[in-house]
């Protein structure tokens, strides 16, 4: 089931930062889909991956709406998933997906950070980006401790680069994938004027680095398309 809602929330003035509240909620799909570049063909690629790994339990952290667990839902079989987010709205909508396609996930109110993990297999699909600097490491840390021998984290993230001429053509490559998604260009400088100080991105060797600093030994890009990437990292 998909939400059809058609997100304008950056058509009207905006007097606060970006938060994951009821109005995102109800356009959240739309927003991913339009706002992400290759947003649903990353969540198949993670799925094909998965396909092929025997284990019992998945989480996906910052699950916002279930997409990513809907369609492992699909695609996995014997596996216990659960999605984890700190939006009551978000979740509502997850629920009411995993409902209409007849699927057992188990749906989780809470604040990342206080989680205790227990899983086989983690991921955070553009996640870890809205979490403050500070805490990214006790965060890894904590997942990479709990995943058992070859357990698997999979980590979507958006990028900055430190190369200035770069960074600013994979942003204008990034804005332009915007507008031909129907994003005015006033939207799209009120967006990011509302995410700036709560989306914060890493580089791409920013991120390999701290996969690797909390103990994954094998760590690997997947995709990446200008500004986003996927890593898959193993704990061997």
Not at 145 to 166: C, D, M, R, V
Request: with cysteine.
């Amino acid at each position: 089931m998909k939400n059809n809602n058609i997100d304008a929330i950056f058509q009207k003035e905006i007097n606060q930062k970006f938060s994951f509240n009821s109005e995102v909620a109800a356009v959240f799909d739309d927003m991913a889909t339009r706002s992400i570049p290759y947003y649903r063909d990353n969540i198949h690629l993670i799925t094909q991956i998965l396909k092929s790994r025997k284990f019992h339990s998945l989480c996906d952290i910052g699950c916002s709406t279930g997409n990513l667990l809907l369609e492992l839902s699909q695609n996995l079989s014997d596996v216990s998933l659960f999605g984890i987010d700190n939006s009551s709205s978000m979740l509502d909508i997850a629920r009411s997906k995993a409902r209409a396609y007849g699927v057992k996930i188990e749906f989780i109110e809470s604040d990342i950070l206080d989680f205790d993990f227990t899983f086989d297999v983690v991921i955070s699909n553009y996640t870890l980006q809205f979490i403050r600097p500070i805490n990214r490491e006790n965060l890894l840390s904590k997942i990479h401790n709990s995943l058992p021998q070859n357990g698997i984290f999979i980590l979507s993230e958006k990028l900055i680069s430190h190369n200035k001429w770069l960074d600013k053509e994979l942003i204008d490559i990034y804005h332009n994938f915007k507008k031909d998604q129907g994003y005015s260009n006033t939207e799209i400088s009120k967006k990011r004027e509302a995410l700036e100080n709560i989306l914060i991105p890493y580089t791409q060797e920013e991120n390999i680095a701290l996969l690797k600093k909390v103990g994954f030994s094998s760590v690997e890009m997947i995709f990446r398309f200008a500004n986003f990437a996927t890593f898959i990292a193993i704990k061997e």
